[in-house]
Structures are given as C-alpha cells and as structure tokens.
C-alpha cells in the first residue's frame, strides 16, 4: 500500500524520524575507540585517519597512530606530537613531544592553520649560560638543550632574567618565546624546563556543553562540519532509539492512514497498520505530564539555567512567546509539545536520563 504524504504534519513527522534515524546510525559507525590500551578515547571531533571515516570527525581534528601505537597529532606547521590526553567537556587537549625535548619544539610552535590555540600562554626569556652553580639560585635547566660546556634556563620572571643577563657575565641572552602553558596565566616562573604537556584548546566546534550534558557530539553524515547533539547515554550505540522511532512511525502511519480516508483517497481497511507488531514503550501518564509547570518565553528569553537555551529533543533555539515545560526532579526545560510527547513514549529525561516520580493513583 503506498500512501501520500500531503499533510504538513505528517511530512514533519516523517522528516523528524529520519534525522533521527541519521543520528542513530551515526552513533553506531563512529564508535569510540583508541591506538591502544591506556591511550586517550578518541571520538567526535577527533577521529583515527585510515581507520574511521571523514564523517566520524570534524576537519581540522584528524588523528594517527604511531609505530609503538602511540596517539599522534599533527600540526600543519609544527609537524606531530604525542597526545597525552583529551578533555572533551572543556574542549582541551594536552600534547608532547615524542622525541621528550619540548623545549626545542616550542621554539619553533606555530598553531596557525590547525583548529587550535593555548589556553594560557605566557612569554619566557630564553638563556645560554656558561657553567655555574646554578643550583644555589633553584634554577632548573632545559637538559635537552644543554651541552657539556654551556646550559640553557628559561623564566618568566622578569627580574630574574635581569639578574641572568646582567648578574652573571657567564650568561647570553637568546631570545622571547611565547609558549601555550599548562599552568594559570601570569604565573611567575623562576625557571623551567618544559616538561609539562603543552595545554591547547579549540573553539570549533562546540560540542563542551552536549558532552557535559551527558550526550555525544556528532557531525551529520551529509556534512562532518555540522554538528548535532544525540541525547544518547555515554556508553549508549543508539539502539535504544529504535522503540521511539518505530512508535513514531506507527503514529505516522496511523495518521495519514485516517487522513487519507477522510479525502477518499484510501480504502477504510487498515490491515497494514494492524498486521504490524505493537511495540509497548513504559511512558509517564497524561496526568503527570500535565501537572509539569509551564513557562511563557519573554523577549528577554530568561530562563533559570541561563545555558539552557536549546530545547535538547528537536534541537531548535528557543524563542520568545514559545511555551516550555520544566521537569521538576531536575529542573531541565524543554518545548512543552517535544517532552509531552517524549515521556508518553519514554519515563526519562532526555538530558539527565533521571526518572521523574509518577503521580500517586486517583483516590489512593
């Protein structure tokens, strides 16, 4: 039986299980994965080059493996090195150098042409001095860099790199280095050597707040570059869409089923409909629902959570005059019509994943 779709509603919800269906089979062709054990989780907007399609990350956020299975990370024009971890919820990264002599990388770091920059940066002064007693100053020099007959420090401290270059006639300056560091900025360092991992950051694209959230960043097959936030679990594969999807689809069905025989253009039987198994999905009652508060949209779209901008379900901005619904367990907001529809098909929050407590039987 072939039906025809002339109802705007029904057509959304025909395109609203699609993207839907999109998002879950993304979810199940980009899983998470690593170079090997004890190596940072890769995932969306990173991904494993040669071993996981372009769709599963976002340009600019490509990864490798080294021949010890290393993680690796490329800059454009800073050449690879090594990741030690990922923060996806703040959206950081830290890296080092593979050969254990950063100090002779940041030299010559340059971030331009990656999707990257430091999150703190601060200037050193860099110094090649002769051989001193430099332990009775607390001076820790750059190892890697040094030579048998000279040695090399670096600090931030202004009034110390004085006192190098003119205390001490042993000591020549080199030169200013800007360097993406691990500490808070504006930290006076006496010396170091750069051992830490090098902090960096990105801006693009935003998906800290869809992880902190409890979700998993993805990008659409069609286009890696847009992003979409699946309310999936952390260690969810998108299975667990399927019975929302198929009710949805009954419904759609059912809809332009009785629509089409309002018009005449169908038969009055509806054996396709009835020949399909019924799917039981355990949702709250309509009682419960209703008794959720709603919230009118002003112009200034003021919410308790100022974050809580995007309705998490349909994945639109909210507007002023639009009506939402809060869950009282854990006070998320939602579009009024997306949650009453999501917890009549499922008892969860879409962002916490909490419960919310029923209402307790008419007379009890």
Aim: charged share 20%; hydrophobic share 30%; net charge neutral.
């Amino acid at each position: 039986m072939v039906y025809s779709f002339k109802v705007i509603s029904s057509t959304s919800l025909f395109l609203i299980l699609i993207s839907c269906v999109n998002i879950a089979a993304t979810q199940n062709v980009c899983p998470e994965t690593v170079c090997s054990h004890n190596e940072p989780v890769i995932r969306y907007p990173f991904r494993i080059r040669n071993r996981q399609s372009k769709s599963c990350g976002y340009p600019g956020f490509e990864i490798s493996c080294g021949s010890y299975n290393e993680t690796i990370l490329e800059l454009p024009f800073s050449g690879k090195f090594v990741v030690q971890a990922i923060d996806y919820d703040r959206q950081e990264i830290w890296i080092n150098d593979q050969e254990n002599c950063l100090a002779d990388r940041i030299l010559s770091l340059n971030l331009s042409g990656s999707p990257f920059h430091g999150l703190n940066q601060q200037f050193f002064m860099l110094f090649n001095c002769s051989p001193f007693d430099y332990s009775k100053y607390g001076l820790n020099p750059i190892a890697c860099l040094s030579g048998y007959t000279y040695t090399v420090f670096a600090t931030s401290s202004s009034r110390f790199g004085f006192f190098l270059q003119n205390g001490i006639s042993s000591c020549n300056f080199i030169r200013l280095v800007y360097v993406p560091v691990n500490w808070p900025l504006y930290q006076q360092i006496l010396s170091t050597d750069f051992s830490e991992d090098l902090r960096l950051t990105w801006e693009k694209p935003r998906c800290g707040k869809c992880e902190s959230g409890g979700g998993r960043c993805a990008g659409l097959k069609t286009n890696s570059s847009e992003v979409v936030c699946p309310d999936v679990p952390h260690h969810g594969n998108g299975s667990d869409w399927l019975p929302i999807l198929y009710t949805l689809f009954l419904q759609m069905v059912k809809y332009c089923n009785r629509s089409s025989r309002r018009s005449g253009g169908l038969p009055e039987s509806d054996s396709t409909v009835n020949t399909v198994p019924v799917v039981t999905v355990a949702g709250l009652d309509g009682a419960t629902i209703e008794s959720y508060s709603k919230i009118v949209l002003g112009e200034s779209r003021r919410l308790p959570k100022p974050d809580d901008n995007t309705c998490s379900i349909c994945l639109c901005e909210y507007k002023p005059q639009e009506t939402l619904k809060t869950i009282p367990e854990c006070k998320h907001c939602f579009h009024s019509d997306c949650i009453e529809e999501w917890l009549r098909l499922r008892a969860t929050c879409p962002l916490c994943r909490n419960s919310p407590e029923r209402l307790p039987p008419a007379g009890s």
